[in-house]
């Protein structure tokens, strides 16, 4: 009995930090449901906040930037880590390929801060890189951050930036597992590298991609906080507005708890039918899942 | 994947165009990730009477000074930030490993009370996201605001390194264990002798990702924090980079004690930030890639 107790103490540390940073604000999304107060409690007031939120123009704009975004990012970008592994599977120079997979997955551990920066001085219509090459092929300049039209673009490329190397890795992985008897007897049979990566490859990797896909589904909702945040200017908030940025300058800046906490249950409702949906049936294609 | 390399058959010219094809593409996207860091980088180093001669393409200084980085660590603020940074870094990645590695053994172990419960626990904790102002309130309420303790403890326990942790306790042999319990070992024998040891590789590894969320963290910083003093070196970067805000940094005498601070060039000093924001990162970049990616190519990916 006391080795059990000290099992509990272990655990102490962890149930404590779970219960400050997520249990009591799970339960404090009841806000939702009433109009805050500073002092004394706060009034029940119903779906009070979910009918504003309904019929703000505004949230419906910001609903359909995250779902843009999102889909651009997810299905748009679902394809690239996949070509970017098969190809690192052609090299066969170790130095060469080494060099790849260190340059590429570096992005992945920069903060969206420091890449923000880069990107912008990059993207600068009149010292940035993009723009001067550009100019060497007879093109006018841009200017990228500040164009509703190119904006969302901006936001694409620069997840493919941070992105397409770390996400290759999972492809890798799963490119390693396939017997190379298939490929053999693919040679004798005289198979160039493209048949062989049409015939044998992609189907090998089908429940990688699979998988990835309908995990990476589970988290549609969300479309990237910390990049569009680190992102947005005036110019183009319009366009790129999402839901957690909405939700944090209506709650934080502007100090409509209620209504901002009514944004983000409705946020979190979709993610979670999301992503128990997604993770039963990837759970039924691939025979895992997560728990 | 020197397995699938084929041998004996010569490769057609068609096949040699087709690999030199990809490989090209390949050190094209390295080019991509790299040309916008070094120029940052050149940006940063130039002599500021040639600055204006680094191109957005260019990945060479023009000339060679330290100013721009004798600017930063000549500024209070600036210096402050790096050690609030460090230190909100390393107090919270030690707690990462404490907290994480105690729930992890506790977790795994069959006789804990209440085990179904607590993994009950956490996959609700994995699953449903609190909003962000009901975290506020709360870290309000406890006293934590304007408080590096509100950074530090955001997120003490990441459920997904918890349950990588908890995937590798398991695979430890239960002979192991058993041996140590007939020679009268405790719990606390097990976990700091037995698995503690045995899990060094994975500690490190999700000691390196923990570390690497703290180093990057803005956000929250953000949010709780109101004193500029306390403020990391990410959230000066953003302040400075991203909103443009060149006066909360440069505004102060330490500029002017420079005789080039007359030519200084604010991308150049922006550029400079960038680089001091990434340097840690840069550090330990060769670490992550000898743990986990080995880990992930050696062992299947654990998620």
Redesign the interface.
Known sequence: MRQEGFLIVLLVPALVYFSVYHLVPMAGMVLAFQDFRIVGHSQWVGLKHFKLLFSSPSFLGVLKNTLIISSMKIILFFPLPIAFALMLNELRSVLVRKFVQATAYLPHFLSWVVISGVWISFLSPSTGGANQARGLVGLPPVDYMTSKSAIRWVLFASETWRSLGWDSIIYLAALMRISPSLYESADMDGAGPLQKAVYITIPELAPTMITVLILNLGFFMSAGFDQVFNMMNDSVISVVDILDTYVYRIGLLNMQYSFSTAASLFKGLIGLVLILGTHTAAKKVTGKGLW | ?A????KG?PSST??RL??AT??L???A??A??????L??LALSLSDPARVGEV???SILPKGFSTVNYRVLAANPLFVRSILNALFITVVGTAINL???S??A???T?A???GRRF?ML?V?V??????????????VKK?GLMNSLWAVI?????NVYY??ILMRFFEEVPQSLIEAARVDGA???TI?LKIMLPLAKPALATLGLFYG?FH?????RAS?YLSDPDKYPL??I??QF??LDDTASLIGSGALFSYEEAARLDY?AL??S??IV??LP?LIV?PL??KYY?KG??EG??K?
Not at chain 2, 32 to 37: A, C, W
């Open positions: 994947m397995g699938l390399k084929i058959k068609r096949d087709f690999r990809i490989a593409i390949l050190v996207v390295s991509v990730v790299l040309v916008p860091l120029n940052l191109t957005g393409l404490v907290v994480t105690m729930a053994f506790a977790l172990r006789n804990l009370p607590f626990l996959i904790i994995m699953v449903l996201e609190p909003g962000l102002i009901p975290e506020y309130l709360v406890i403890l955001y997120k003490t326990v918890l349950i405790g719990y606390g976990f690497v180093w990057n963290e803005y956000f949010i990410q959230l970067l953003r980079v991203v991308g922006k550029a930030t960038i924001a990434m990162v970049y992550i890639l990616t992930v190519m299947g990916v998620e």
